[in-house]
């Protein structure tokens, strides 16, 4: 039974101070862990895929996000479509979560039978006069991107996915990554609010003493670096940086490649969303233990290995793209304290293990970050949950994406109504 005085979800995002961290109840309860699901994660555009889940006609990866279930299947004409996971006639679902090969969609309870474009195509037991044309799956607004599947389940859907699309299209051209396929992926159920999960993916102010694979490569400064106070060895290290980048970036754009900073993570944007391209540290071409390529066969037709890191923020994921591999990351929700890591690692299509690449290689540094985060977010959230927690300030330098993502989060859940 719920405590009469408990505070509602409005006035906990109201009750946050401006530069503070949010109140443990918005991490752990469940009345507010469904409604984040059905605002953020339903109406919202989300990150479901690449199009190497359904390389081929046929091919199907069904999704499950909270009660919802959809399928991304490749159609005969090799478009990507989306359909929610129910039959028509009963409900029933057509597919388990995973991926599989069909020549059509086949419900197991009735055998209705659905064509890849959706359309009904054989029924038993309706009658001559049982219209078929009215019983198609249910479509789902979808958006490739690159490789990127993004979805909405919305019939509202935002808009301003327009912006994203028509940002990232040119960024990821270079590297065709619809030429892609998946060398590895992964699952990681961390035991952490959906939120934590992505608040720490927001900021390195954790990196130096928690990723030593990922600190290989991945320059913290791009993220927010104290300007002043700082040590004389850590102003060094950041004209180092700062040095670097400009060299880098002026080579890269020399080569007609973009290298502009996008943000949209404030409170106007629905789709809220972060792209750079980061410099990366030693030899400069991949994050990898020794920052060399893992891949000898680049994406697409590139020949040149410092392109840096074209890095991509959304609400629930998040993507690396160097000149041989990709990392990209989405998560789902699963409960207040249960939040599913789902990473994807591509090479070119042609690549073959073994010989272009070697697997651990390949892997290693973003196996052993996520690892890492899933242990530094489990700490986290049971910490918010203990009755001695008060939101503390965030750093100005290094956790301003925190402070954006608060403000984003409660003007999105103003927006629904909340």
């Known amino acids: 039974m719920l405590v009469a005085n408990l505070m509602t979800h409005r006035e906990l995002i109201h009750s946050r101070k401006p530069g503070h961290g949010m109140r443990g109840e918005l991490f752990g309860r469940p009345d507010v862990f469904g409604t984040d699901v059905d605002v953020f994660f339903h109406k919202h555009w989300i990150l479901v895929g690449v199009s190497a889940d359904v390389p081929e006609p046929g091919d199907v990866s069904t ?11 490749r159609d005969d ?22 991926k599989s090969t069909v020549g059509m969609l086949v419900c197991p309870y009735h ?30 607004k979808t958006r490739v ?66 990723h030593p694979e990922l600190t290989a490569s991945f320059l913290p400064e791009d993220f927010g670096f104290c300007p002043h106070g700082l040590s004389e060895e850590s102003q060094r290290a950041l004209d180092a940086y700062h040095a670097r980048n400009a ?18 993570l404030g409170p106007d944007a629905a789709t809220g969303f972060r792209t750079q391209r980061l410099v990366i540290a030693g030899n400069g071409e991949s994050q990898t233990m020794d920052t060399k390529v893992a891949s000898k066969k680049l994406f697409g037709n590139l020949t040149r290995r410092d392109l840096g890191d074209v890095h991509l923020w959304t609400h629930n994921s998040w993507t690396h793209v160097m000149s041989d591999h990709a990392v990209i990351s989405y ?14 690692w591509l090479v070119h299509e042609d690549a073959v293990e073994g010989v272009d690449y070697d697997l651990n290689t390949l892997t290693e540094v973003w196996v052993a970050t996520n690892a890492q985060d ?17 939101p503390g300030p965030f750093s100005e330098f290094t956790e301003t994406y925190l402070d954006l993502f608060s403000q984003w989060y409660a003007a999105r859940l103003t927006a629904h109504g909340v």
């Open 331 to 344: 998560i789902v929700p699963l409960a207040p304290d249960k939040t599913l890591v789902r990473t994807k």
């Open 145 to 210: 991107v690159g490789t990127h599947i993004f979805v909405c389940l919305s019939n509202d859907a935002p808009a301003d996915i327009d912006v994203l699309e028509e940002t990232m299209v040119p960024r990821f051209a270079p590297y065709d990554l619809t030429r892609s396929k998946i060398a590895h992926e992964t699952e990681i159920v961390e035991n952490g609010n959906w939120k934590l999960v992505m608040e720490n993916n927001r900021e390195c102010y954790h990196c130096g003493a928690t």
């Open 77 to 98: 004409d090799e478009a990507i479509r989306a359909y929610r996971n129910v039959c028509r006639h009963r409900g029933a679902r057509l597919k388990d979560a995973g």
């Open 374 to 390: 899933a242990n530094l977010v489990s700490i986290n959230y049971r910490g918010t949950q203990d009755p001695a927690y008060e």
């Open 247 to 264: 060299a880098s970036v002026s080579s890269w754009e020399q080569d007609g490649l973009i290298c502009s900073t996008v943000e949209r």
């Open 63 to 73: 999704v499950d996000i909270g009660l919802a279930s959809i399928l991304i299947v």
């Open 111 to 140: 055998q209705w039978t659905y064509d890849l474009d959706g359309s009904l195509k054989h029924t038993t037991h309706m009658g001559v006069d049982f219209d078929r044309s009215c019983r198609s799956l249910i479509p789902v």
